[in-house]
């Protein structure tokens, strides 16, 4: 669980994170959406420790980060996987080897151990027969799924998603957003993911914090999303014509029962 607790940040006396508070669930897909500049991204690099709060606590199971040591923050970060939004794979390093990177650098496993836990990844994401292929020689999707293999190689207990979706069709992004979800609920993993891509919300949004003008606008269930009456969040939510319809269907239903 991550409790964050009045949380704020500023630049240059402008204030960009204002007082949010909100629990992230284990077990569940959390998930941070707004508009581009309304502070979503300052938030979740505060989130991992990339950027220290001006004032507030971000509380991992108990353990505040704001307050941590170096060497506290370094063990927290063992705990933590991270999916970037390119899938920041390294580009001379086959599948498989990006997958080992975390093992190498941050355990003391032995060169079998390894290779067992990397073959398990891989097999998680169904990229076994991929792994001895480079990222230049695989598709985005595949890109997306050696990432998140590499991600939950330490066994994390944490998982942050940057935009996973990025760049992918809309039936490659829900292979991944079913991806995520099943392997947080698998492992229990208190997931973070940051997105506006709003497919993703309604298919795997558990738990939504929606951020507006850097303060939280609103929290809650994309089944809450459907019939709230927030104005800022239906601006957003329901701003593609798509939304609009299915926001009307609804309604029109709603009418006639």
Not at 56 to 75: F, H, Q, T, V
Not at 171 to 181: E, M, Q, V, W, Y
Not at 235 to 241: H, K, L, T
Request: with cysteine; charged share 30%.
């Amino acid at each position: 669980m991550i409790d964050v607790k009045n949380v704020r940040k500023s630049f240059d006396e402008k204030e960009v994170i204002k007082d949010i508070s909100i629990t992230f669930d284990p077990g569940k897909t959390n998930l941070i959406i707004g508009r581009s500049g309304s502070g979503k991204t300052v938030f979740m690099k505060i989130l991992i420790g990339l950027l220290r709060a001006d004032s507030g606590k971000i509380l991992y199971n108990g353990r505040n980060l704001p307050s941590m040591s170096k060497k506290e923050l370094k063990a927290l970060r063992r705990e933590m996987g991270m999916l970037f939004q390119g899938s920041a794979l390294f580009d001379s390093m086959t599948v498989e080897e990006n997958a080992m990177f975390p093992l190498t650098m941050f355990t003391k496993l032995s060169k079998k151990e390894r290779e067992e836990r990397v073959n398990f990844c891989l097999e998680r994401v169904n990229l076994r027969d991929a792994a001895q292929l480079y990222p230049g020689e695989i598709s985005g999707g595949m890109m997306k799924r050696a990432a998140i293999a590499r991600a939950i190689a330490l066994n994390p207990k944490y998982l942050f998603c940057d935009e996973p979706n990025s760049g992918l069709d809309p039936k490659t992004s829900l292979l991944i957003d079913d991806l995520i979800h099943d392997i947080t609920t698998e492992y229990k993993m208190t997931t973070v993911i940051n997105t506006h891509d709003m497919n993703s919300v309604m298919n795997i949004g558990e738990k939504i914090l929606f951020i507006n003008d850097g303060k939280k606008e609103w929290e809650g269930t994309k089944d809450g999303i459907m019939n709230s009456s927030n104005k800022e969040l239906n601006d957003f939510v329901f701003a593609s014509d798509l939304f609009k319809k299915v926001k009307e269907v609804e309604n029109l239903s709603y009418d006639e029962g």
